[in-house]
């Protein structure tokens, strides 16, 4: 993509932002991974598949310059690939954080799995469709494995692939994010109370989107720019190689700087190979429960309890489930996950939002988070 004319330059614009980007996107990886009830939470569940993205890039971009063939291509598909899907996943927690708000609603499972086919497949597709006419390489002095011109290429080729595989995907997720957050800040100045609910889902995702466009479009209009003439600046040209390459270390500071769940979560496991008193363990334990009792934002599919809340019309809706009950309200039984503190869970967390779901408090937009 970039280009500058010293490797060492280069190497460094590239190496160290990825490797902060592969150090904090595998943080959050991990920490889904170990702590499994983590995986209960909708918006975790988006931030692990971008950060998964985010963390597999960070791998073909720490390579920085490459020097053969066959480590080109795989920069490059790597690249492209993790990229696209790591903000399409992007324009999904957008879309989380607009229907909670504006809606009341998650996402349900069947929009997960369409998601799922479009967000995993398409930047496959992609990113392996231009090896049709084109290559992967260091074409018109790039530095970053991009789609190259072969001696068989057409002329349209590169710019074609370039864009079709690339380019326009991230300006259209750009564009899709910035209208949603556009209409859910237009919401919210026409609630005329914002309630702890909306508030807490608007602080936990809205900076995932904004730390997106912030890292691209610097890097698209320097893109454009060498485009258009090989010759600028390495000054001006310099974000278009940081920024994206450093999106998974700022996608991993927001994840954990937001959620006190995850590093309570990290300190006592960090801890409990350290604590040799009985005091400090029984505190320990205090604090998993306070833990438990944070978690509120758990997917339709995991809820093991009815939950509801007041609908504007003064009825009781239930809050999560699937199906539609003999007068219209969303309803269902749910079951639980297998653990065998879940019934404690659900206590716990029915109780701490008692005061919430019996406040009397009215209107779709207050009555879920994630």
Same mark, same amino acid.
């Given at each position: 993509?970039?280009?500058?004319?010293?490797?060492?330059?280069?190497?460094?614009?590239?190496?160290?932002?990825?490797?902060?980007?592969?150090?904090?996107?595998?943080?959050?990886?991990?920490?889904?991974?170990?702590?499994?009830?983590?995986?209960?939470?909708?918006?975790?569940?988006?931030?692990?598949?971008?950060?998964?993205?985010?963390?597999?890039?960070?791998?073909?971009?720490?390579?920085?310059?490459?020097?053969?063939?066959?480590?080109?291509?795989?920069?490059?598909?790597?690249?492209?690939?993790?990229?696209?899907?790591?903000?399409?996943?992007?324009?999904?927690?957008?879309?989380?954080?607009?229907?909670?708000?504006?809606?009341?609603?998650?996402?349900?499972?069947?929009?997960?799995?369409?998601?799922?086919?479009?967000?995993?497949?398409?930047?496959?597709?992609?990113?392996?469709?231009?090896?049709?006419?084109?290559?992967?390489?260091?074409?018109?002095?790039?530095?970053?494995?991009?789609?190259?011109?072969?001696?068989?290429?057409?002329?349209?080729?590169?710019?074609?692939?370039?864009?079709?595989?690339?380019?326009?995907?991230?300006?259209?997720?750009?564009?899709?994010?910035?209208?949603?957050?556009?209409?859910?800040?237009?919401?919210?100045?026409?609630?005329?109370?914002?309630?702890?609910?909306?508030?807490?889902?608007?602080?936990?995702?809205?900076?995932?989107?904004?730390?997106? *466009?912030?890292?691209?479009?610097?890097?698209? *209009?320097?893109?454009?720019?060498?485009?258009?003439?090989?010759?600028?600046?390495?000054?001006?040209?310099?974000?278009?190689?940081?920024?994206?390459?450093?999106?998974?270390?700022?996608?991993?500071?927001?994840?954990?700087?937001?959620?006190?769940?995850?590093?309570?979560?990290?300190? *006592?496991?960090?801890?409990?190979?350290?604590?040799?008193?009985?005091?400090?363990?029984?505190?320990?334990?205090?604090?998993?429960?306070?833990?438990?009792?944070?978690?509120?934002?758990?997917?339709?599919?995991?809820?093991?309890?009815?939950?509801?809340?007041?609908?504007?019309?003064?009825?009781?809706?239930?809050?999560?489930?699937?199906?539609?009950?003999?007068?219209?309200?969303?309803?269902?039984?749910?079951?639980?996950?297998?653990?065998?503190?879940?019934?404690?869970?659900?206590?716990?967390?029915?109780?701490?939002?008692?005061?919430?779901?019996?406040?009397?408090?009215?209107?779709?937009?207050?009555?879920?988070?994630?």
């Amino acid at each position: 993509m970039s280009a500058f004319d010293d490797d060492t330059q280069i190497n460094l614009s590239m190496t160290i932002p990825s490797s902060l980007s592969l150090c904090g996107s595998f943080l959050v990886c991990l920490s889904y991974v170990v702590f499994q009830d983590l995986r209960r939470l909708r918006y975790v569940e988006l931030v692990f598949y971008m950060s998964f993205n985010d963390m597999i890039a960070s791998i073909g971009s720490v390579m920085g310059v490459t020097h053969t063939a066959e480590a080109c291509t795989f920069q490059g598909i790597v690249t492209n690939m993790n990229f696209l899907a790591s903000i399409l996943w992007c324009v999904v927690v957008t879309y989380q954080l607009w229907l909670v708000i504006t809606s009341g609603k998650m996402i349900s499972n069947s929009e997960m799995r369409i998601f799922h086919v479009f967000c995993w497949g398409f930047p496959v597709l992609a990113a392996l469709l231009p090896l049709i006419n084109t290559t992967y390489g260091h074409d018109n002095g790039n530095t970053w494995c991009f789609i190259s011109k072969t001696d068989d290429s057409p002329s349209w080729a590169v710019t074609f692939w370039s864009l079709a595989s690339f380019y326009l995907w991230i300006l259209l997720a750009i564009i899709v994010m910035t209208v949603l957050m556009a209409d859910l800040f237009i919401k919210l100045r026409s609630m005329p109370h914002t309630s702890n609910i909306v508030s807490n889902s608007l602080k936990k995702l809205i900076f995932y989107p904004i730390v997106f *466009i912030i890292c691209w479009i610097p890097s698209y *209009i320097c893109d454009y720019k060498y485009s258009q003439d090989s010759s600028v600046q390495e000054s001006t040209n310099i974000s278009g190689s940081i920024l994206p390459c450093l999106q998974g270390f700022l996608l991993s500071i927001i994840f954990f700087y937001q959620n006190v769940v995850v590093r309570k979560k990290w300190a *006592i496991l960090i801890s409990s190979y350290l604590v040799t008193t009985p005091e400090l363990r029984d505190s320990l334990v205090s604090s998993v429960v306070l833990i438990e009792s944070e978690i509120d934002y758990i997917r339709p599919s995991e809820r093991s309890t009815e939950v509801f809340v007041n609908n504007p019309s003064g009825t009781r809706d239930w809050l999560f489930g699937s199906q539609k009950s003999s007068n219209g309200s969303v309803g269902g039984s749910i079951t639980g996950v297998n653990s065998n503190n879940s019934n404690v869970m659900d206590n716990i967390y029915r109780e701490s939002h008692r005061s919430q779901f019996d406040s009397g408090t009215s209107g779709k937009n207050s009555s879920i988070e994630l």
